[in-house]
């Protein structure tokens, strides 16, 4: 039987190598403040691509904690938000991608193709209502995929919330291309 997961087996582990080696560094990065637990006041600089589509303040607000600066590892679109208390561990991962599936319909079709008419596990695929055109949780990555006109926004919290990646999702979403 194929792997259920098994573009997401080789794409999160290849994903957390690059963030630990781009992210490991123990020190702020020049012109941050160091670890005070709250988001500076002082004005920084514009962020683009995948990290434009959240701000610190946002990811503060609803994790209750002080995000670090953003990083996106090198040869990827993802962005990475380490702790500001602790840049070796990630906070939030926000990843986006072209998407092939139209709907969350679409997805079990794609899906009963690859497993034999098999239906998509509801403990690793949970359809979410009322964000992007659709969206899922998916169980394994602990985050959630929304899907917009073509393209698909990844956002997982660390530790994993459900709802707190939800709810950032909810507000990445409007900034999608």
């Known amino acids: 039987m194929k792997d259920r997961v098994s573009i997401q087996r080789v794409f999160w582990p290849t994903l957390l190598l690059a963030a630990v080696t781009s992210c490991g560094s123990s020190e702020a990065p020049p012109g941050e403040p160091a670890s005070s637990g709250t988001i500076s006041s002082e004005p920084q600089a514009a962020l683009s691509g995948t990290c434009a589509l959240l701000t610190a303040q946002e990811i503060q607000e609803v994790l209750g904690k002080a995000p670090g600066a953003p990083q996106t590892p090198e040869g990827t679109l993802d962005c990475i938000w380490s702790a500001a ?57 602990n985050a959630v995929q929304v899907f917009k006109g073509g393209r698909m926004l990844q956002v997982g919290t660390n530790p994993p919330d459900e709802a707190q990646a939800i709810a950032l999702a909810h507000k990445a979403v409007p900034r999608m291309p």
């Open 85 to 141: 208390d602790d840049p070796s561990s990630t906070l939030v991962r926000v990843t986006t991608s072209d998407s092939g599936y139209a709907s969350y319909d679409g997805f079990v079709a794609s899906y009963q193709s690859e497993f034999g008419g098999e239906q998509p596990p509801t403990e690793y695929y949970r359809p979410i209502e009322g964000v992007g055109d659709w969206a899922m949780y998916v169980a394994d990555e």
